[in-house]
C-alpha cells in the first residue's frame, strides 16, 4: 500500500530559529500534498496544499511567510516553520494524494517544541 | 485554517459491546465523507468511506451511515477490542480528487476490558 514518511518524527529547536520537515511519498508519485497542524486533544487543521512544481495554497489565517511550502519533486514536499515561537509547538502532519484513493495517505506526523 | 470544532468529546465502551460514534457535517456539497482512526502521536488511519450518493457502506466490523437531510455521519464498529481505543475522525471531502480533506471535531473512543 502507499507509504508517506515525515522527518523528523519529532524536534526541539530554539526560539527564533527555523525547522524543515520533510513529506515523502515512498511507493507513489504524489503531485499534491497537504500539511496540517494539531494541537493536543483538538482535530486537525489544515495549513496549505502544496502542489508540484508551483506555489501553494493556503487557508486563510495561514501565515504563508512563516510556513514556507516546497513541492520540488513528485515525491517530497516540505514545510519550513521560519522564525519559530513557543506557539508554533504542535503536532504537525501531511499527507498525500494516490492515486484514486479516497482517504489520503497520512504521514506519521513531527511532533515540534520550540523552547 | 479549516477544521470544525475545537474540544474531543469521549466514549467509553466494554470490550466487546458495540461502539457508534456520530458526526455532524457542515458542508452539503461534500462529495465523500471518510472516516480515520488516531492512535497517540501517530498520523491518521483510513478506515473506511462512503459517497454522497449512498447511505450505508460495510466493512470489516464497521459500518458507516450518512443521513444527508440532516448532515450526520455515524460509525459503528461491531464488537469493540481494547486495540480500537483511539480518537475517531470524520472528514469530508469534495469530488475531484485534488479536493481537501476537512476534518471534524473527533471522539475519543476508550473501551474498558
Known amino acids: 500500500g502507499a507509504v508517506v514518511s515525515q522527518h523528523p518524527s519529532w524536534v526541539i529547536c530554539k526560539s527564533g530559529t527555523s525547522v524543515k520537515i520533510e513529506c515523502r511519498s515512498l511507493?507513489?508519485?504524489?503531485?499534491?500534498m497537504f500539511w496540517y497542524r494539531q494541537f493536543p486533544k483538538q482535530s486537525l487543521m489544515l495549513m496549505a496544499t502544496s502542489n508540484e512544481g508551483s506555489k501553494a495554497t493556503y487557508e486563510q489565517g495561514v501565515e504563508k511567510d512563516k510556513f514556507l511550502i516546497n513541492h520540488a519533486s513528485l515525491t517530497l514536499s516540505t514545510l519550513t516553520v521560519t522564525s519559530a515561537h513557543p506557539e508554533d509547538s504542535s503536532f504537525y502532519i501531511c499527507?498525500?494524494?494516490?492515486?484514486?484513493?479516497?482517504?489520503?495517505?497520512f504521514g506519521s506526523g513531527t511532533r515540534l517544541t520550540v523552547v | 485554517g479549516e477544521s470544525v470544532g475545537l474540544h474531543l468529546p469521549t466514549l467509553s465502551v466494554q470490550e466487546g459491546d458495540n461502539s457508534i460514534i456520530n458526526c455532524a457535517y457542515s458542508n452539503s456539497a461534500s462529495d465523500y465523507f471518510i472516516w480515520y482512526k488516531q492512535e497517540s502521536g501517530k498520523g491518521p488511519q483510513f478506515i473506511i468511506d462512503i459517497r454522497s450518493n449512498m447511505d450505508k457502506r460495510q466493512g470489516q466490523r464497521v459500518t458507516v451511515l450518512l443521513n444527508k437531510t440532516v448532515k450526520h455521519l455515524s460509525l459503528q464498529i461491531a464488537a469493540t477490542q481494547p486495540g480500537d481505543s483511539a480518537v475517531y475522525f470524520c472528514a469530508e471531502r469534495g469530488r475531484t480528487s485534488y479536493d481537501k480533506v476537512i476534518f471534524g471535531p473527533g471522539t475519543s473512543l476508550s473501551v474498558i476490558p
Open positions: 499527507s498525500a494524494r494516490d492515486g484514486g484513493r479516497v482517504g489520503y495517505t
Open positions: 511507493d507513489f508519485q504524489a503531485t499534491t
